[in-house]
């Protein structure tokens, strides 16, 4: 079965940049839509950023628009998140996920099927 790894979080002062890495072992993922999400202590799993099965269409929640960047590469079977201008309300488990195969997109958690084991990132103050 396919695994998603999510890699490059950590702890990062306001303003600071981040970039996010989640990378398929199994199984390519070059069909699939794919996205990110988080969860912070207290708070319901929010959808952050998706990308779609070629990279030629994305969208974000309007928290991070602006902000953050998501990006894939089929050939490396990964995607990305780039996220800058770091905002304390950023800290959460940021968990990539794999959707439906298709060229379209969608912002809820019920959509994705396969999830990562989730990295942390910590913004202070």
């Known amino acids: 079965q396919v695994q998603l790894v999510e890699s490059g979080g950590g702890l990062v002062q306001a303003g600071g940049s981040l970039r996010l890495s989640c990378a398929a072992s199994?199984?390519?993922?070059?069909?699939?839509?794919m996205g990110w999400f988080r969860q912070a202590p207290g708070k319901a799993r929010e959808f952050v950023a998706a990308?779609?099965?070629?990279?030629?269409?994305?969208i974000y929640a309007d928290s991070v628009k602006g902000r953050f960047t998501v990006s894939r590469d089929n050939v490396k079977n990964s995607i990305y998140l780039q996220m800058n201008s770091l905002k304390p309300e950023d800290t959460a488990v940021y968990y990539c996920?794999?959707?439906?195969?298709?060229?379209?997109?969608?912002?809820?958690?019920?959509?994705?099927?396969?999830w990562g084991q989730g990295t942390q990132v910590t913004v202070s103050s």
């Open positions: 996920a794999r959707g439906p195969t298709g060229y379209g997109l969608s912002n809820l958690g019920s959509s994705y099927d396969i």
């Open positions: 199994g199984r390519t993922f070059n069909n699939y839509l």
């Open positions: 990308i779609n099965r070629n990279g030629a269409n994305t």
